[in-house]
C-alpha cells in the first residue's frame, strides 16, 4: 500500500468538477484520458494511438486503443470521448472546463476514432486532451444538471490505473478524508506495481 497526503478537500470524485489538488490527484489515477503528461511534462498519450492534424490545423482526427475498458468491463469507445465533451460544453452541468470547449465540436468516426473541429488554427489544443474521459453507459440516463449530486460523483467508475473501493472520513470537523484505491487488473497500459493506494 502507498499513501500520499495532498492538500485540499474532496468535495466530489467526478473530474467534470475537480478544482483542488486532492481531486485532480484522484481524477488522475481513476480515470484516463486521450494524452496524459510524462515524468518530463511532456505530452504522451494514454488512451489515443495517434493523432492527424488536416492541412487547416482545425480537425484533429485521434485513433484510441482498442484494449482500454471500464472498471465494470465495458470498453472505452469514441463514444464516451464525445459524451464527456458534450457534457464539458453543457452549460447546465456547470463543468470547470465549459468556456475552454464551448466552440469545438468531438464526432464519433467509428468505436475508436474520434474527430474534433477547432473554430481557428490553435496549435496548443493537443495539451486540452488530457481531460478524463467519462463512462457513456453509466451516466446518459442522468439529467446533465444532476450529475454532480448523482452517487457516481462519490462511487466513480473509471478505466485508468486504479479503482476506486471507498472514501473513509478521518475527521469531521476539519473534513479530512482518505480515498482507498486498489490496482487495475484489468489496465491497457504498465500495470501499476502498488496493490493499493490510499490518498489522504
Not at 164 to 180: E, S
Amino acid at each position: 500500500t502507498y499513501a500520499e497526503a495532498t492538500q485540499g478537500p474532496i468535495e466530489t470524485l467526478n473530474p467534470l468538477y475537480a478544482v483542488s489538488d486532492a481531486e485532480l490527484a484522484a481524477s488522475r489515477l481513476i480515470f484516463s484520458s486521450l494524452y496524459n503528461y510524462d515524468s518530463t511534462g511532456h505530452i504522451s498519450a494514454d488512451v489515443a494511438r495517434s493523432m492527424q492534424i488536416d492541412e487547416s490545423n482545425k480537425v484533429y482526427t485521434v485513433t484510441m486503443k482498442s484494449t482500454a475498458v471500464w472498471h465494470d468491463g465495458k470498453p472505452v469507445t469514441a463514444k464516451d470521448v464525445v459524451f464527456t465533451v458534450d457534457l464539458m460544453k453543457n452549460a447546465s452541468v456547470r463543468s470547470a472546463m465549459n468556456a475552454s470547449w464551448k466552440d469545438i465540436t468531438a464526432e464519433a468516426v467509428n468505436d475508436f476514432t474520434v474527430k474534433f473541429t477547432l473554430p481557428a488554427a490553435y496549435a496548443a489544443f493537443p495539451q486540452a486532451l488530457t481531460f478524463s474521459i467519462l463512462p457513456e453507459h453509466i451516466l446518459k440516463d442522468i439529467e446533465p444538471r444532476l450529475i454532480r449530486q448523482n452517487s457516481f460523483s462519490s462511487s466513480p467508475v473509471g478505466s485508468g490505473p486504479f479503482v476506486f473501493r471507498l472514501t473513509q472520513a478521518i475527521n469531521d470537523a476539519d473534513k479530512r478524508k482518505v480515498v482507498h484505491l486498489v490496482s487495475n487488473q484489468n489496465y491497457y497500459g504498465h500495470a501499476p506495481r502498488l496493490d493499493r493506494f490510499q490518498l489522504h
